[in-house]
């Protein structure tokens, strides 16, 4: 599980790199999307995958046994989570804004437009 997990950062990291580098200011957001899941899963993975035990002391124990959840990341994917939804919605508002402006979504035209301005 560990290892198909893995293997699925992998991809959606070479994935979200892949459409970053694109000229489109859509893929770009979708590439951007990827990276931050790619991102909260690396980081899941990293805090260790235990199913059924809980990230708590239990009633009447003095320490944690021997396999337990760590809250810490799962904390963390929360938070990045959150805060990815807010870039995410503030990327597509951006990117409409500026297609109702220029009309297009291609960051080669919308280079060429800003030095016409000038």
Same mark, same amino acid.
Do not use: H, W
């Given at each position: #599980?560990?290892? +198909? !997990? $893995?293997? #699925?950062?992998?991809? #959606?990291?070479?994935?979200? =790199?892949? +459409?970053?580098?694109?000229?489109?200011?859509?893929? +770009?957001? @979708?590439?951007? @999307? %990827?990276?931050?899941?790619?991102?909260?899963?690396? =980081?899941? %993975?990293? *805090?260790?995958?235990?199913?059924?035990?809980?990230?708590?002391?239990g009633e009447g124990e003095?320490?944690?046994?021997?396999?337990?959840?760590?809250?810490?990341?799962? $904390?963390?994917? !929360?938070?990045?989570?959150?805060?990815?939804?807010?870039?995410?919605?503030?990327? #597509?508002? %951006?990117?409409?804004?500026?297609?109702?402006?220029? *009309?297009?979504? /291609?960051? /080669?035209? +919308?280079? /060429?437009?800003?030095? /016409?301005?000038?």
């Amino acid at each position: #599980m560990v290892i +198909l !997990l $893995a293997l #699925m950062v992998g991809l #959606m990291y070479a994935a979200g =790199i892949y +459409l970053v580098l694109r000229r489109s200011l859509v893929k +770009l957001i @979708i590439g951007l @999307i %990827l990276l931050g899941n790619a991102a909260n899963l690396l =980081i899941f %993975l990293i *805090g260790g995958i235990t199913r059924g035990e809980p990230p708590v002391i239990g009633e009447g124990e003095f320490t944690l046994g021997e396999v337990y959840a760590d809250p810490l990341p799962q $904390a963390l994917i !929360l938070t990045a989570i959150v805060i990815g939804f807010g870039l995410q919605a503030f990327a #597509m508002v %951006l990117l409409e804004q500026e297609y109702r402006e220029a *009309g297009v979504t /291609d960051l /080669d035209s +919308l280079k /060429d437009e800003d030095t /016409d301005d000038q």
